[in-house]
């Protein structure tokens, strides 16, 4: 059965603070995986990665993905309230873990 | 910049009663999604569009869900009839197309609440 697990399930952290999440997969036909940042609304788009070892980076967030073990990590460093949300990871944009939920406290 | 229109942002139905949701994608998008989430958990896909055809259903209760996108644009998604269980997050998302690796763009979704 395919399947997309995320950890941890919830973290809180202060500003300032680095964050590393998790997503580990199992899926049958991989194309891509894709990380995405929920806040009260629609998922935004944040990675994609297809490629093993290649750090993909957007400001103070980072990604990479190992496909021979399966998994990816976000990285989010110098936290700020406003990264206060849940980060998904979705494999071949078909199946979607079911989330980190990140708070960040002033 | 584009994006994925979706109605009623919010919907409140009685159980049993018949409930739809429409979704426009991003022009030229020939893939679209539909996805339920309930709170506390993560998207799941119901059906996958291909433009006119469906690509994947396999997760839509088939008893009680339809999904048409009869001119390979826009869609409508629908519940008959609706049940307290049903009440979640419909969001709808479109993507390129098949090979082109490229994300899925979502809507604002729409909340259903089965009363």
Redesign the interface.
């Known amino acids: 059965e395919d399947k997309?697990v995320?950890s941890p399930l919830s973290l809180v952290v202060h500003e300032g603070d680095t964050v590393t999440l998790n997503c580990s997969y199992e899926v049958t036909n991989f194309?891509?995986l894709?990380w995405?940042k929920q806040e009260k609304?629609?998922?935004?788009?944040l990675f994609?990665l297809?490629s093993s070892g290649i750090e993909k980076k957007s400001g103070r967030l980072s990604s990479i993905l190992d496909k021979k073990e399966l998994f990816s990590i976000l990285n989010i460093t110098a936290t700020q309230t406003g990264d206060s949300a849940i980060y998904?990871c979705?494999v071949s944009?078909?199946?979607?873990?079911?989330?980190t939920s990140l708070t960040v406290i002033p | 910049e584009a994006e994925v229109a979706q109605s009623p942002r919010y919907k409140i139905t009685e159980k049993s009663q018949a409930v739809a949701f429409w979704c426009d994608p991003i022009s030229g998008h020939a893939t679209l999604y539909w996805y339920r989430q309930i709170l506390g958990q993560g998207p799941e896909l119901l059906v996958q569009f291909q433009d006119e055809s469906v690509v994947d259903d396999s997760q839509l209760p088939k008893d009680r869900f339809s999904a048409e996108r009869l001119k390979g644009v826009d869609s409508t998604l629908k519940i008959q009839p609706a049940e307290l269980g049903d009440s979640a997050m419909y969001l709808c998302a479109s993507s390129l197309g098949p090979g082109m690796n490229t994300e899925a763009f979502f809507g604002q979704g729409t909340r259903l609440t089965v009363v």
């Open positions: 997309v995320q194309r891509s894709l995405y609304k629609a998922p935004t788009f994609m297809t998904l979705a944009e078909f199946y979607f873990g079911t989330g």
